[in-house]
């Protein structure tokens, strides 16, 4: 019988219940368990793909095209599992699902209700699927206690009562914080946390402590006593200075070993665990430094470049050399003050990203990357920029532009007029044909040979996910031939191009796809591996010369 377990967070947002779900997940895949992980978010959003990053952080794309939260990336990097579009859920979805059945008649003339309708659609998702894994995690968005939250937690409650204690267990993750002028760890907010939860009958079986001081036994006991749980299932989660150090921390403690017991399962003592330990031994092994700039638009929120932050941590594991990414901001970057605001950088990256915002001024920090062959990787957007820069300042095309930022522009990026037929949308209004083109998810690309992204990746074809809708106009292809720009990638159906890179420049490689995405810890993307290696180069020949 598949295990299910509900993992559910109090007191405030952010403590990380996504890191924790794919540290226990990781740990269970060491104990020899399949598993799967979902997530449900309770906002109303259809899908995270609308809302800004400032709001919600990246959106983060799986193989199959959806777009979901940063999450699942998290799942992805600690277990190797690719996330599915079947993954994750809003309310948004289960509303538009519950209404179009409501429409077609199924509910038979009764009063469509959140109690059962909703939560029964709530359990059909975490069900669904589910007898193919010996363990399904199920992580609740938001914190206990949020009106959107109500409905998820009744379906959770009810599936605990359905499937029987040994089958489900309830794991909440609580804020356990020091109150510096006191010298102290306060242990009521989890008490008030775990109230909450049990007055909607929920019972944990296991309480996560984040703090940022070790927890000392007395304070354990106490919560243990106060929220009606074994000592031994309150358990620490102190703040680490890298992600990847959490599952063995939640090992230490007997996570593993509390949760197995409490579905009967079997422990093994000697579970292999040597990929974290190889994590914790390599981060001591870290030397040296290369500064990165990012040139991009949300800086204050770091959490829209997620994978982007984590692709470059997998590199510096992989070099044992720190990557220092160094945030630069759009708007302050202009031609007259690039070179002080990009002086002894050893790479420069254009994220992705969308509206015109800070367009130029990443085009100015291009432009200095090209010039003074300074590695350069624009990722998406970032692509986009590094073509139309050359197109301007090399080829002389001096109104080159997407078609995002400037309609009248020479439209070297656009719409496609096939992405228009593909999704009907010809008669609609531009607005309407935005909504309908983004390409989202895996698509296969076609690589060039001896170029140098083939060399990286060392195949000729390559499968990476997108999200984008401006293409490359290849009606402009012949002003490129000849030049020292090459188009090294072109999607395998031959309609799209993939990849850009200068010949004679030592890195610099602009994709239209989103490599972070597929980097994970233990096996790094070639591409963030030679563009720091680049790096690494670049600060020895300036260290020497
Ligand atoms: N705004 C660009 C497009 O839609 C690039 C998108 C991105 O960087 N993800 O094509």
């Known amino acids: 019988m598949t295990k299910f377990i509900f993992i559910t967070g109090g007191v405030v947002s952010s403590l990380g219940k996504g890191i924790a779900t794919s540290s226990i997940a990781a740990l269970l895949q060491a104990q020899g368990y399949k598993l799967r992980i979902k997530k449900l978010d309770p906002y109303l959003n259809i899908d995270p793909g609308t809302m800004s990053p400032f709001q919600h952080g990246e959106v983060f794309v799986t193989d199959d095209g959806a777009e979901t939260d940063l999450d699942l990336g998290h799942y992805e990097r600690f277990t190797g ?48 699927e589910s007898k193919l894994v010996d363990f399904v995690l199920c992580e609740i968005g938001g ?50 946390s775990v109230k909450e939860l049990r007055s909607i009958g929920i019972q944990p079986d296991i309480i996560l402590c984040r703090s940022e001081k070790k ?79 990012v040139v991009g638009k949300y800086h204050s929120f770091k959490d829209s470049y997620k994978s982007l932050i984590e692709a470059f941590k997998h590199a510096e594991m992989y070099h044992k050399c720190k990557v220092e990414l160094i945030w630069i901001a759009a708007e302050n970057i202009n031609d007259n003050n690039v070179s002080e605001k990009l002086n002894n ?29 300074i590695p350069f990787f624009g990722i998406c957007l970032g692509m986009q920029l590094a073509t139309i820069e050359f197109a301007r300042n090399v080829l002389n095309i001096s109104d080159a532009n997407s078609t995002e930022f400037d309609l009248k522009c020479t439209n070297i990026f656009d719409l496609m007029q096939n992405q228009i037929k593909d999704n009907n949308l010809e008669n609609k209004s531009s607005k309407a044909k935005i909504g ?84 994970r810890p233990f096996s790094p993307h070639p591409l963030f591996i030679s563009f720091i290696d680049s790096a690494k180069n670049k600060l020895n020949s300036s260290l020497t010369s």
């Open 345 to 373: 950088v050893d790479g420069i990256v254009v994220p992705g990203g969308f509206g015109k915002r800070g367009i130029e001024e990443k085009i100015s920090a291009i432009k200095f990357a090209r010039i003074n062959k």
């Open 81 to 128: 599992i690719s996330a599915k579009k079947s993954d994750s859920i809003t309310s948004g979805k289960i509303y538009s699902k519950l209404l179009l059945k409501e429409r077609r008649g199924d509910y038979l003339g009764g009063t469509v209700q959140v109690i059962p309708h909703v939560t029964n659609l709530i359990k059909e998702f975490i069900l669904d």
């Open 143 to 192: 914190t206990v206690g949020d009106i959107e939250g109500l409905p998820y937690f009744e379906a959770i409650r009810q599936l605990g009562y359905e499937l029987g204690k040994e089958n489900t267990i309830y794991i909440h993750l609580t804020l356990v914080p020091y109150l510096k002028h006191a010298s102290e760890l306060k242990t009521k907010p989890t008490q008030h």
């Open 215 to 293: 927890i000392p036994e007395h304070e354990r006991k106490k919560i243990g006593l106060f929220c009606n749980i074994k000592e031994e299932n309150v358990i620490q989660s102190q703040d680490l200075d890298s992600i990847y150090k959490m599952p063995l921390a939640y090992h230490h403690e007997g996570i593993d070993r509390q949760i197995l017991k409490i579905v009967n399962l079997p422990y093994n003592d000697n579970a292999d665990l040597s990929i974290w330990k190889d994590i914790d031994k390599n981060n001591k092994l870290i030397e040296g430094k290369v500064n990165i700039a």
């Open 436 to 519: 309908g083109t983004l390409r989202l998810g895996n698509y296969k690309c076609t690589l060039e040979k001896n170029t140098k992204i083939q060399n990286i990746y060392k195949s000729l074809q390559i499968e990476e996910r997108h999200r984008h809708r401006y293409e490359f106009n290849v009606n402009f292809i012949s002003e490129f031939i000849n030049s020292d720009l090459e188009f090294s990638g072109m999607s395998s159906d031959g309609k799209y191009i993939e990849t850009m890179e200068l010949k004679s420049h030592p890195w610099f490689i602009g994709v239209q796809y989103h490599p972070e995405y597929k980097s």
